[in-house]
């Protein structure tokens, strides 16, 4: 029973969603009806049905055109529909207005399921979201509260099979969480204590014990929520165009079909009946429904599809801005590379053992939390190397560290530190040729002198390389900025295959540079992840933030790339490049129509019914062209 009223539930919801498209097919039943019965010679019965179908079918358009010419203060197409039809009536043209109003309503509830395909995606996003958790305190069993009475470093406990309530850290157990609702991947990735977790994630098979980082309000899985509902609110330059353009255009449409009533009769020698019927067609072909629907559709398509590839655009304008970017400037750190320091290169002195050489040095490194030391005591971990205990530690500063175990004397760091001469001789010179690969070169020395070096360098990403061959394909140069030094910002400039680089830049170099690219290039967008990119982001065309970075360069930027993958930068530009061609083919489709409606008119070449056809079919089909930026395939 239960099953069975969730189903009649889900039916009602279906039918309220498309209301629209079933009165406009229930009107075009009663057309077929009233069509009969005019055949048959029941012209009473015929009329009521037919207006019984102007008002099924043009209701929803009216009421929306009269409630935002009031409220605007200015005309819109859907009055100029109105007037058509009622013209159409007026000269016993019953089944031509009757048919005008049911095209106009298939293309305006072909208009609506474009708005509620894009709304379905918040809706689907909010369903996602958890109302309530199980809060765990003490030794107390887990108790059920809602998500909003949540408060940082609260532990909440997930079952396998429920989604995560609240973006935390792993306090206690381990399972493979899907990240699709966030990420877009499908594959799920295994969690281990103190990893990240995401509030709509899905945790698959272990118990888990989570501590919340953030308030409900402020979760990863909130802002993408409220992103989506601004990015559709905010118009596009070119559909704001197309709404200033519509008042003025059907007050010229009005004033024209006013001066067609008469001046044909007393200058062309029409009679009245000829004279007011063309007026009455020009009043249906001269409406500009499809130019007013040329960009709307395709603009939410685009969003939509954006957001269900992890690219959360923040409206139609910054499409637009993609579409014609020539530059794309990327910082480094985090969104080229890593982010973190790896060993890339170990060389151990000849007579020492590497396993043996590399337990003292993760030793010595394990006593500092310099990131350079925490690459090393990984690179250990990896090798399965066991470290020494009992060591007496001597830091200094800006140099390295001494260390002293089993009564034997090393010195660990910068080449100063160990002897610059030593350290460049040691293993044929490998430190020149290290530092010009842009690698950071540790040594170790002992009583008999250079004893290893150990090379580290924040490596490229795979997939960094791959993203930015396929921008390059695009015909967008890639800049690299970066704060680092010369010689390495140019090795990974080399490995990354940028266009060029800059190093050295602080942030205020950094909006320099981008608003020299913007005067020579005039579109330029801008890649970053971390507070110091947010003066960039913000001076670019467009602002692009990696989805792992701060709050501050989410909120400047205007797309943000929920998964840490540059790919999708080329993604969005191919789309925003197909919405920009779908935009000007609906527009060129739509003014060439109007153009042919209007002269055939004159020419009286065309009647009442061709010209109802010919307008409202040429919008169906811009619609539905529109509609194309739903599909994955750019």
């Not at 079933?22 to 009969?36: D, K, P, Q, T």
């Not at 910082?331 to 060389?347: M, R």
């Not at 153009?595 to 169906?620: C, D, K, R, W, Y």
């Amino acid at each position: 029973m239960e099953y069975s009223n969730r189903e009649s539930l889900s039916l009602n919801e279906k039918m309220i969603e498309h209301k629209e498209l079933i009165a406009a097919l229930f009107s075009g039943v009663i057309i077929l009806l009233a069509w009969r019965m005019e055949t048959n010679e029941q012209i009473t019965a015929a009329i009521i049905a037919y207006l019984t179908a102007f008002f099924i079918g043009g209701y929803a358009k009216a009421k929306e055109g009269i409630l935002d010419t009031i409220e605007s203060k200015s005309l819109n197409v859907e009055i100029l529909m109105i007037l058509a039809a009622i013209g159409s009536a007026i000269i016993g043209y019953w089944t031509e207005g009757a048919i005008l109003i049911f095209i106009f309503a298939i293309s305006g509830a072909l208009e609506t399921y474009a708005m509620n395909k894009s709304h379905r995606e918040i809706s689907a996003l909010m369903e996602l979201q958890p109302e309530e958790a199980w809060l765990v305190r003490g030794g107390f069993e887990p108790i059920k509260v809602a998500v909003s009475e949540l408060k940082v470093n609260d532990h909440i406990l997930v079952k396998p099979g429920e989604r995560i309530p609240a973006d935390g850290n792993i306090f206690k157990g381990v399972s493979t969480v899907d990240e699709a609702a966030i990420t877009g991947e499908s594959m799920p990735i295994t969690k281990n204590i103190n990893d990240e977790v995401f509030a709509g994630t899905v945790n698959l098979n272990g118990i888990l014990t989570i501590r919340v980082t953030k308030p409900s309000t402020d979760t990863l899985f909130q802002k993408i929520i409220t992103l989506v509902q601004s990015a559709q609110s905010e118009k596009s330059p070119s559909q704001q165009f197309i709404e200033r353009f519509e008042g003025p255009y059907v007050k010229g449409v009005l004033i024209v079909v006013a001066l067609m009533m008469f001046v044909p009769y007393y200058l062309l020698g029409w009679d009245w009946t000829t004279t007011f019927y063309r007026a009455m067609v020009l009043l249906v072909v001269a409406s500009p429904c499809a130019l007013v629907a040329a960009v709307m559709p395709a603009t939410l398509s685009a969003i939509s599809n954006g957001a269900k590839s992890g690219i959360l655009v923040k409206g139609g304008v910054h499409f637009e801005h993609l579409s014609v970017l020539r530059v794309l400037a990327v910082d480094k750190t985090g969104t080229l590379t890593q982010g973190t320091p790896v060993v890339t290169d170990f060389i151990v002195r000849e007579d020492l053992n590497k396993e043996d050489t590399l337990g003292i040095i993760a030793a010595i490194e394990a006593q500092s939390n310099h990131p350079l030391a925490q690459a090393i005591i990984r690179y250990a971990k990896a090798q399965n190397v066991s470290t020494i205990q009992n060591i007496l530690i001597e830091d200094i500063p800006g140099y390295g560290m001494k260390a002293t175990i089993d009564n034997q004397h090393y010195s660990i760091g910068k080449p100063d530190f160990v002897g610059s001469e030593l350290a460049s001789a040691f293993a044929n010179g490998a430190l020149s040729q290290l530092g010009t690969e842009g690698k950071t070169v540790v040594f170790l020395k002992d009583a008999e002198g250079i004893a290893a070096l150990i090379a580290m360098q924040d490596v490229v990403r795979e997939e960094a390389k791959k993203a930015v061959a396929e921008l390059r394909e695009l015909g967008i140069d890639v800049m690299m900025l970066t704060g680092d030094n010369e010689t390495t910002a140019k090795a990974i400039a080399k490995e990354a295959g940028v266009t060029n680089y800059v190093a050295e830049c602080l942030p205020e170099t950094k909006v320099a540079h981008i608003k020299q690219f913007k005067s020579s290039y005039e579109h330029v967008g801008m890649v970053g992840d971390g507070i110091n990119d947010a003066p960039a982001l913000a001076t670019a065309s467009v602002g692009i933030a990696m989805g792992g970075g701060t709050d501050v360069a989410l909120e400047t930027a205007d797309v943000i790339l929920i998964k840490n993958d540059l790919s999708k930068i080329a993604y969005a530009i191919k789309l925003s490049r197909k919405m920009q061609r779908i935009i000007k083919q609906n527009i060129t489709f739509s003014l060439t129509i109007i153009a042919l409606l209007i002269i055939s008119n004159f020419l009286q070449v065309m009647n009442l019914p061709l010209g109802v056809i010919g307008h409202e079919g040429s919008t169906i089909l811009v619609i539905l062209n529109g509609l194309r930026l739903l599909s994955k395939n750019v």
